[in-house]
């Protein structure tokens, strides 16, 4: 909806988000959430026992509590296109203390598999991947790990694809298998050229 | 015999016919069940009736063609519809078509006979025919309402119902309701307030009542409360008029420190026995009648000085210490002592304090003592849910985080503290105090309970008036999911707390943590109004925990026979429309042992069970339905198998003409067919549902229309 009025854009933003009922409500996405995250997410009594268990609700303007609001509602675009919703560390405080025996990270997780449908994901994960597809680890072994495995008596790489490479191309198979590496290649090339 | 059925074909209504006097040899001694038609050659008749029940039943079926197939059932003499067949014209239907057509049953297809059997079965008798002529069709609950969107198979099974139960008619006995003699006499497990409340009714009924307490003294949860909201009563002060009042009632006979150990019979004629715990304190009137004139326990208190062993005082939520020979709390009725005599080292000091009084018996044995009773009230109670199992809370792992009864302990004038609310850590008085409603209730983690405890939002808010009242410059936070203030007066009270300064956070306490060194606790929630995460440092935590039933309640309602919802709580007869009474004739249900509730409502139900539990025993005698087993004497071999079967122990082995047979105490049985499904030689014949009855239903089911 076009104002005629004019006014700034913060305002006009603002406004937008107050209305209650927004056109992006799909009357689908609850389904969909629910089938990924395998979760009753519909029956969330919004008591706030997740965002008050939430290690990153304090550090970040993440609200879980908000994103399983937006699952009942149905707001998908809200949802998907929040970047907070990158933001969950997965510990499972919410899962371990919800009322409603929900499990609200499962629902994030749900989530964030739909966004990536839509390519919203941020760089920084699909470098996770990129990682994941070439050494077998997210976080790979560096000079400063392997130092300190040495003092504390420990091979300097652990018996992973580390220690055993010839494993990272079953890694690799099934990263292509979900066609995730190359996914990760265009979005990242898209990104930054 | 159904194989032999299906064979004969066009013999099968002939075979029907003949059924009723072949199989149903009527045992000599029963009264109730008359011989069918004893002899004459009555034409059998019945009735079809169906019900639109508006357009309950017609909206979903073809009522025409379901009447049109009524009219080619065998055995069928009538047929006939209308729109509600329970109204009064509906009602006249029946009685009219039953006397022009000379019918012998009534069939009526409708809702559940739970709903409407009584009704039709008047309408049978007022037609001049045996009520027990009367069978049930239901077309509605298990038909119309299931089967809303497919007219024409609910059309179909409207006709199978109703060929089934015209099968069954056409074969059904008179039968005569027996009456049995009510005890004059009522039992009431249980002396809170719901239990003394309830046994005082019944006794200015005139009505003797012996009222069973498992604890030493009677008074309940609600004696160990400090105020009681929304009026702010002092709890003890309303309730100990009402504790004396039970201690001196002439129709009341108190037992304290006893439980019921053993339940047998029925309504009208429960035989009870009751365990009373040693006790190892004669009362004067004990004492009395053991020749010790001017002996037993006055109350003085003077062996309780030199008894050496000191336990947690239970009343005092262990806050406060107790001896061996103890009272729990000075308001006690009866003013008894009573020893622990899991804790008693029997040292004997207490029997030289108490001198010439030879109050005291060191040597006291559990005695069981057997009471007759006409009818009997459940007033079992609740216990506090073990909310140290939500670990998230830190109860009992954090000195200052205390539940709520021991909240009300502390803040009562004659608790542990003199009414001094303070912290346990440092006995410092608390300037920021927590309150965490919904501790453990509304929760389906399996770890808590699903449902909602009721009053522990208004106790919450009385909890925060009363340290505003006590602690100058405090401030309370109440953390909440919803404040559910119901009841008279609760919204204005709820109204009176906010004015008074307590703060209300939205958002359910998502975990404690102590400051391990000044021993603050630090509050975790989201304010789910400003939808930001709280971290909120207090001195002081209450949690609001649920309620559950009391450990023993299980035990209790098996004696009775009382079942349970999946929550533990006792289930009533009706939610709505029976919610004193039980599946249990003469027995009900009184205060929180049904379901949480707050005073008023225990109250309430306590005054209902009682009026409930005192029409059988005004009435004198009441009716039993005569659906009860009989033996056919000449076919019972005398093997006994049946009478370890019964669950109701109605049956016995009795000599007769020199051998052993069965015989059934009618008042006691339940007609549940235990014995008759079971007995090898088919000598047992259930009134109303006997094989022969069941055998035509499931053929007429199995064969269809076909003949």
Known sequence: MVRKKGYPEALEKKLRDQRYYREDSNPEFLPKVKAISRTIAHMCFQCGTCTGSCPSAPRSTYRIRQFMRRAVLGLENEALTDPDLWLCTTCYSCTDRCPRDIAPTDVIMAMRNLAFKRDIIPVNFLKTVQAIYSSGHGVPNNDVNRAARERLGLTRDPPTTHMYPEYIKGIQTILNHYNLKANADRIVKEREG | ?707
């Open chain 2, 1 to 707: 015999m159904m194989a032999e059925k299906k064979k004969a074909g066009s013999k099968k209504m002939e075979a029907k016919k003949e059924t009723p006097k072949q199989a149903a040899p009527v045992p000599k001694k029963a009264p109730a069940t008359a011989a069918p038609a004893s002899g004459k050659k009555e034409q059998t008749r019945i009735g079809v009736f169906i019900c639109h029940c508006g357009t309950n039943i017609a909206g979903s079926m073809n009522i025409e063609a379901v009447q049109e197939y009524a009219k080619t059932i065998p055995n069928v003499g009538y047929v006939d519809n209308y729109k509600y067949m329970c109204s009064m014209p509906g009602q006249a239907v029946i009685n009219k078509a039953i006397k022009d057509n000379k019918l012998t049953g009534v069939v009526v297809a409708a809702c559940s006979p739970r709903l409407h059997e009584p009704t039709f079965r008047t309408a049978t008798k007022e037609g001049g025919l045996n009520p027990f002529r009367f069978e049930m069709a239901n077309i509605r609950e298990q038909n119309s309402w299931v089967h809303m969107h497919d007219q024409e198979g609910s059309t179909e099974k409207a006709k199978d119902a109703i060929r089934i139960a015209v099968a069954k008619a056409s074969l059904l006995q008179d039968l005569f309701p027996k009456a049995v003699p009510v005890e004059h006499a009522a039992m009431v497990v249980g002396a809170g307030v719901a239990g003394m409340q309830a046994a005082l009714d019944l006794a200015a009924a005139g009505i003797k009542t012996y009222l069973i307490e498992s604890q030493p003294s009677i008074g309940g949860r609600m004696s160990q409360l400090d105020k009681t909201f929304p009026t702010l009563d002092c709890s003890q002060c309303i309730l100990t008029p009402k504790m004396v009042d039970v201690g001196r009632a002439a129709n009341i006979e108190l037992m304290t420190y006893s439980e019921v150990d053993a339940v047998e019979g029925y309504i009208g004629n429960f035989d009870v026995t009751i365990r009373k715990k040693a006790r190892g304190v004669l009362s004067m009137p004990e004492a009395e009648a053991k020749g010790m004139v001017g002996g037993g326990c006055n109350g003085c208190g003077d062996c309780e000085a030199p008894c050496p062993v000191i336990k947690p005082n239970e009343f005092e939520v262990g806050m406060k210490p107790r001896k061996a020979i103890y009272i729990s709390h000075p308001q006690v009725v009866p003013l008894l002592y009573t020893i622990d005599f899991d804790s008693c080292i029997k040292c004997g000091l207490c029997v030289t304090a108490c001198g010439e009084k030879k109050a005291i018996d060191l040597e006291a044995k559990d005695e069981f003592v057997k009471v007759k009773v006409g009818t009997a009230i459940l007033a079992t109670g609740y216990d506090m849910f073990p909310v140290e199992k939500k670990t998230e809370w830190g109860y009992k792992k954090f000195e200052n985080v205390i539940s709520s009864l021991e909240f009300e302990r502390l803040i009562c004038a004659s608790g542990p503290t003199s009414g001094h609310i303070i912290r346990p850590s440092d006995g410092e008085t608390p300037k920021r105090v927590a309150f965490v409603l919904c501790a453990g209730s509304r929760d389906n983690t399996g770890n808590g309970k699903p449902y909602c405890s009721r009053f522990c939002c208004m106790y919450s808010l009385k909890h925060a008036h009363q340290i505003y009242e006590k602690i100058p410059g405090v401030q309370s936070y109440l953390f909440y999911m919803d404040i559910r203030s119901f009841g008279k007066m609760y919204e204005e009270f709820y109204y009176r707390i906010q004015d008074e300064g307590a703060k209300f956070i939205r958002g359910r306490v998502a975990n404690i943590l102590e400051d391990p060194a000044t021993k603050n606790l630090h509050v975790y929630t989201d304010d789910t109004l400003l939808n930001r995460p709280v971290d909120m440092e207090v001195d002081l935590v209450v949690l609001a925990a649920a309620v559950q039933p009391k450990e023993d309640t299980d035990r209790t309602r098996k004696l009775f026979g009382v079942s349970c919802s999946m929550d533990g709580w006792l289930l009533e007869a009706h939610p709505k429309l029976n919610p004193c009474g039980t599946t249990t004739a003469g027995v009900f249900l009184a205060g929180v042992c049904q379901g949480p509730k707050d005073i008023p409502d225990t109250v309430a139900s306590a005054e209902g069970a009682a009026s409930a539990a005192s029409i059988p025993i005004h009435m004198g005698e009441v009716e039993l339905e005569p659906y009860f087993a009989t033996c056919i004497e000449e076919k019972c071999a005398g093997c006994g198998m049946c009478v370890n079967l019964c669950p109701y122990s109605a049956l016995a082995l009795v000599e007769k003409e020199g051998r052993q047979v069965m015989e059934v105490t009618e008042a006691k049985c339940k007609g549940c067919g235990t014995c008759g499904g079971f007995c090898p030689g088919g000598a047992i014949w259930m009134n109303h549902f006997a094989t022969p009855q069941i055998v035509a239903q499931i053929d007429a089911f199995l064969l269809g229309g076909e003949q």
